[in-house]
């Protein structure tokens, strides 16, 4: 086995990075689909989910900018084109959504398929010892089950 410089096995750690960057495409859709339902958001909660949606998208900014680091961390480039992120869309694209649960709906359905993919790099960096990915992948999933229970119970839906 080779190891890199901070001493992680050379090839699993090249298999994290790529599907951190999975994961990193997806992310900006999520993004995109919360700007799209925080500029369209009609209706009497408009007052409530307008800055709600600019909270969740806000914080989802910050956390792309982390797994791009942490790919660059891992000696890899991050995607970064619309047309990269497009290829490898696992989270449902919303388009024109202006409808409070919609939009609520559609944030429960990005997070579980970027749940899926965390739980998929957790395993991948569990099994090399790549503690710095791993928790990160922990920290996100934690909060991440925690908005969908948020968003579930405002929907008056259980987990
Ligand atoms: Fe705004």
Same mark, same amino acid.
């Given at each position: 086995?080779?190891?890199?410089?901070?001493?992680? *096995?050379?090839?699993?750690?090249?298999?994290?990075?790529?599907?951190?960057?999975?994961?990193?495409?997806?992310? =900006?859709?999520?993004?995109?689909?919360?700007? @799209?339902?925080?500029?369209?958001?009609?209706?009497?909660?408009?007052?409530?989910?307008?800055?709600?949606?600019?909270?969740?998208?806000?914080?989802?900014?910050?956390?792309?900018?982390?797994?791009?680091?942490?790919?660059?961390?891992?000696?890899?480039?991050?995607?970064?084109?619309?047309? *990269?992120?497009?290829? @490898?869309?696992?989270?449902?694209?919303?388009?024109?959504?202006?409808?409070?649960?919609?939009?609520? =709906?559609?944030?429960?359905?990005?997070?579980?398929?970027?749940?899926?993919?965390?739980? =998929?790099?957790?395993?991948?960096?569990?099994?090399?010892? *790549?503690? @710095?990915?791993?928790?990160?992948?922990?920290?996100?999933?934690?909060?991440?089950?925690?908005?969908?229970?948020?968003?579930?119970?405002?929907?008056?839906?259980?987990?």
């Amino acid at each position: 086995m080779t190891t890199n410089s901070i001493g992680l *096995d050379t090839k699993k750690t090249k298999e994290i990075a790529s599907e951190l960057n999975t994961l990193l495409a997806n992310f =900006q859709i999520y993004y995109q689909n919360l700007r @799209g339902i925080h500029w369209n958001i009609k209706g009497k909660r408009f007052f409530d989910l307008h800055p709600k949606f600019e909270e969740l998208y806000t914080d989802a900014n910050l956390k792309v900018d982390e797994i791009a680091e942490r790919v660059l961390t891992l000696g890899a480039t991050p995607l970064h084109t619309f047309e *990269d992120y497009s290829k @490898g869309a696992k989270v449902p694209v919303g388009k024109n959504i202006s409808e409070d649960e919609k939009a609520v =709906q559609l944030i429960v359905d990005s997070l579980s398929e970027l749940l899926k993919i965390e739980r =998929q790099i957790l395993n991948m960096s569990g099994e090399a010892n *790549d503690e @710095g990915t791993n928790s990160m992948m922990s920290d996100f999933i934690t909060e991440q089950e925690k908005t969908v229970w948020m968003m579930k119970a405002w929907l008056g839906e259980s987990i």
